[in-house]
């Protein structure tokens, strides 16, 4: 949101990852601040953002989401598959996130080959039901799903839940663990939620785990938190990690019993780059043997390209190709990538999965 709030300011083009520079990082937080926008990580900074470049148009708001959390947007990282393998194996009961996208549904369904349904602000009644009925997995959306008219994002929404949400968290905190990833501690009425736990009679029975990056520090409302749950003699932990994809990794190959096709599949994103493009070129190869999906002949102007695995290796793994497009051809190797890999390959494996589950 920043990046697409100083380009547009600025009439500049950096893409996601020229953010991976400390100096195009701090140049647009600087603009940001100069700007009357929050510092870097100070409470209320998320929602203040959506504030000032927004104001009250939710509709703004949800085509915004929309444009960045849209499937066709979205990938599914190391942790993602993991998550969802878990969920197929039935060994993540309950999650809640404060995320709006559809990742978790997606890798619950790439992994598992199971559809999980959201608990949100537009279908909040039932999650207690689903507690008295054992209808596990339950997956709950406490700010809401950007598909819909109810998300929050202001400070105004964010300083309550809505109050069948609330009360799926602490019935779920009263019965399993709780491992905390990727959520930094500065929503009030989410932390206000977990501290709720600690008054009543079986507070986190199996512990609390909050996840930090390494180098990090966690913030003072994660402390206090932590210590009052200390305090209650619950076994609450700061535990500091590589990356959310590194702790998933592990915690999936210390999972006993795990099924052969799950292990499959959540393994994949975690293979080296060489096998993830030669597993690929195979499936492209075997589906080319179809004519509907056979990759074509045809780049730019030429009639008969061959090199097809040339293009898909610079689009799979760039690094890898010793000879890069020059720039008068990658207009032309993306409208093949689109066409023969996007196109032909997902309409492909699709249409073989549909004929194999028929």
């Known amino acids: 949101m920043k990046r697409r709030s100083y380009c547009r300011e600025e009439n500049q083009d950096i893409d996601r990852q020229d953010l991976q520079s400390d100096a195009i990082q701090n140049r647009i937080q600087s603009f940001m601040e100069s700007r009357g926008f929050p510092k870097m990580w100070e409470d209320g900074e998320y929602e203040r953002y959506f504030e000032l470049i927004f104001g009250p148009d939710r509709e703004k708001q949800?085509?915004?989401?929309?444009?960045?959390?849209?499937?066709?947007?979205?990938?599914?990282?190391?942790?993602?598959?993991?998550?969802?393998?878990?969920v197929a194996s039935k060994l993540a009961p309950a999650i809640f996130t404060t995320n709006f996208d559809d990742v978790v549904e997606s890798a619950v369904a790439d992994g598992g080959g199971q559809a999980l349904v959201p608990f949100h602000l537009e279908g909040s009644h039932n999650i207690l039901s689903a507690y008295k009925n054992e209808e596990f997995p339950i997956y709950c959306k406490l700010h809401g799903d950007f598909?819909?008219?109810?998300?929050?994002?202001?400070?105004?929404?964010?300083?309550?839940?809505?109050?069948?949400?609330?009360?799926?968290?602490?019935?779920?905190?009263?019965?399993?663990?709780?491992?905390?990833?990727?959520?930094?501690?500065?929503?009030?009425?989410?932390?206000?939620?977990?501290?709720?736990?600690?008054?009543?009679?079986?507070?986190?029975p199996h512990g609390i785990y909050w996840t930090c990056l390494k180098g990090s520090t966690s913030a003072p409302s994660v402390e206090a938190f932590m210590?009052?749950?200390?305090?209650?003699?619950?076994?609450?932990?700061?535990?500091?990690?590589?990356?959310?994809?590194?702790?998933?990794l592990r915690l999936w190959r210390n999972t006993p019993n795990k099924d052969a096709m799950l292990d499959k599949g959540a393994s994949y994103a975690g293979?080296?780059?060489?096998?993830?493009?030669?597993?690929?070129?195979?499936?492209?190869?075997?589906?080319?043997?179809?004519?509907?999906?056979?990759?074509?002949?045809?780049?730019?102007?030429?009639?008969?390209?061959r090199?097809?695995?040339?293009?898909?290796?610079?689009w799979l793994a760039k690094r890898t190709l010793s000879r890069q497009p020059t720039p008068a051809q990658i207009t032309n190797w993306y409208e093949f990538v689109a066409s023969n890999f996007i196109y032909r390959g997902v309409w492909g494996v699709g249409s073989a999965l549909g004929f194999s589950l028929t």
């Open 271 to 305: 293979t080296a780059t060489e096998q993830k493009f030669t597993f690929v070129a195979e499936v492209l190869a075997l589906l080319s043997d179809i004519r509907p999906f056979q990759i074509s002949t045809k780049m730019g102007r030429a009639k008969s390209f």
């Open 307 to 314: 090199d097809w695995r040339g293009v898909l290796r610079w």
């Open 227 to 248: 210590e009052a749950a200390r305090r209650r003699n619950v076994d609450a932990h700061v535990v500091f990690i590589e990356t959310y994809d590194a702790l998933m």
């Open 62 to 86: 949800r085509a915004y989401l929309r444009g960045i959390l849209a499937l066709d947007k979205a990938s599914l990282s190391v942790g993602n598959r993991v998550l969802g393998a878990l």
């Open 147 to 204: 598909r819909y008219e109810s998300i929050k994002n202001l400070s105004e929404d964010l300083e309550a839940q809505n109050q069948d949400l609330a009360a799926g968290l602490p019935t779920a905190c009263n019965r399993f663990g709780l491992i905390l990833c990727g959520y930094s501690g500065r929503d009030k009425s989410v932390m206000d939620l977990l501290h709720s736990v600690l008054d009543t009679t079986n507070p986190y």
